[in-house]
């Protein structure tokens, strides 16, 4: 397996910010991560998959964790049975390349997710959505590796996922991912086009970013209770909330990881001040 020392985490990152790796390691295949979960055990060093990195926020300085990267699990197989057409993705497989099956065999259930940067590992952990869709409603099953680096075969029905959120977020590495889609009357790629078109008007596309940075509260949106509280394009340094869409952090050019950590406990504060609302992180912080 590929190991690389001293890896600018940054490169791990959409949002281009981070420091340094000691090291971070490149399964292909499931004995490499059943090695880095013993190793990580052995060793009382946390482990941190990184699929695509859009989701992900790395501190600077050096971080001496088991960084595992999905880069080169790409493994993908389409079998039909019926109406139905079952994927089975590798964790690094991307959604832009189950997009092209998708179109290919205007396939159903995954249009609305189409624009999001993920890796199918990504998502099951983050359970991704979008236009009332998410990931887990054309999950089958998960097959994953626990702490004791055993390997499980989860079926949906088995898995605890709610809005943005699923277990493996706490243990487990998502190593492959049953998707269930089905054969439709519906014009697939045209769907995917529009909601293409939407998603560029609304989020800032042209800097980096990781996307929504808080979970939508019960009831409300993050994007209006952070505009509503004076934070749509406030900046601190290189790091901001973009004035296209106030839950999108963005960097201008040379963010620094405590710049960003001083905008959101500002953020947090001030939201919590005027609505009573607890902002909850969407973005995973590695500190
Ligand atoms: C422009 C933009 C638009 C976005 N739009 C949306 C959107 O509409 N909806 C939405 O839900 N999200 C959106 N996001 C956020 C992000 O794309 C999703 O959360 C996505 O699922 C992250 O996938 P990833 O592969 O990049 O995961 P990463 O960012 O690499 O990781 C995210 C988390 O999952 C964990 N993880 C990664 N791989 C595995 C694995 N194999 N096993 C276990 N854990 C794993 C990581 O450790 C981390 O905690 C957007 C981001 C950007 C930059």
């Known amino acids: 397996?590929?190991?690389?020392?001293?890896?600018?985490?940054?490169?791990?990152?959409?949002?281009?910010?981070?420091?340094?790796?000691?090291?971070?390691?490149?399964?292909?295949?499931?004995?490499?991560?059943?090695?880095?979960?013993?190793?990580?055990?052995?060793?009382?060093?946390?482990?941190?998959?990184?699929?695509?990195?859009?989701?992900?926020?790395?501190?600077?300085?050096?971080?001496?964790?088991?960084?595992v990267s999905t880069k080169y699990l790409k493994d993908l197989?389409?079998?039909?049975?019926?109406?139905?057409?079952?994927?089975?993705?590798?964790?690094?497989?991307?959604?832009?390349?189950?997009?092209?099956?998708?179109?290919?065999?205007?396939?159903?259930?995954?249009?609305?997710?189409?624009?999001?940067?993920?890796?199918?590992?990504?998502?099951?952990?983050?359970?991704?959505?979008?236009?009332?869709?998410?990931?887990f409603d054309i999950v089958e099953e998960v097959y994953w590796i626990n702490n004791k680096a055993e390997l499980?075969?989860?079926?949906?029905?088995?898995?605890?996922?709610?809005?943005?959120?699923?277990?493996?977020?706490?243990?487990?590495?998502?190593?492959?991912?049953?998707?269930?889609?089905?054969?439709?009357?519906?014009?697939?790629?045209?769907i995917i086009r529009n909601h293409l078109i939407e998603r560029n008007k609304k989020q800032p596309l042209n800097l980096p970013t990781t996307g929504s940075t808080y979970k939508n509260p019960e009831g409300s949106f993050a994007g209006y209770l952070l505009e509503k509280s004076g934070f749509k394009g406030k900046r601190i340094g290189d790091i901001g909330f973009s004035e296209k869409h106030a839950n999108f952090l963005v960097n201008y050019g040379d963010a620094k990881f405590k710049d960003l950590k001083k905008l959101l406990e500002l953020a947090e504060e001030k939201v919590k001040k005027e609505f009573n609302i607890n902002l909850k992180r969407e973005v995973r912080i590695i500190e």
């Open 77 to 135: 197989n389409l079998k039909q049975s019926g109406e139905y057409f079952y994927i089975n993705a590798q964790a690094g497989v991307s959604f832009k390349t189950l997009i092209n099956i998708v179109k290919k065999y205007n396939l159903e259930g995954f249009e609305n997710l189409s624009g999001i940067p993920a890796s199918i590992g990504g998502a099951v952990a983050m359970n991704a959505g979008a236009f009332g869709s998410e990931i």
């Open 152 to 190: 499980i075969v989860s079926k949906k029905e088995n898995i605890r996922y709610s809005y943005r959120y699923s277990q493996f977020q706490e243990e487990g590495f998502v190593y492959k991912v049953v998707l269930r889609l089905k054969k439709s009357n519906k014009d697939i790629s045209k």
């Open 1 to 67: 397996m590929k190991i690389l020392e001293n890896l600018r985490l940054s490169n791990f990152s959409t949002i281009k910010i981070g420091g340094v790796a000691k090291k971070v390691y490149f399964p292909e295949n499931l004995e490499d991560v059943v090695y880095l979960i013993k190793l990580s055990q052995d060793t009382n060093k946390k482990l941190i998959p990184v699929g695509i990195g859009s989701n992900l926020i790395f501190k600077d300085g050096f971080l001496d964790y088991i960084f």
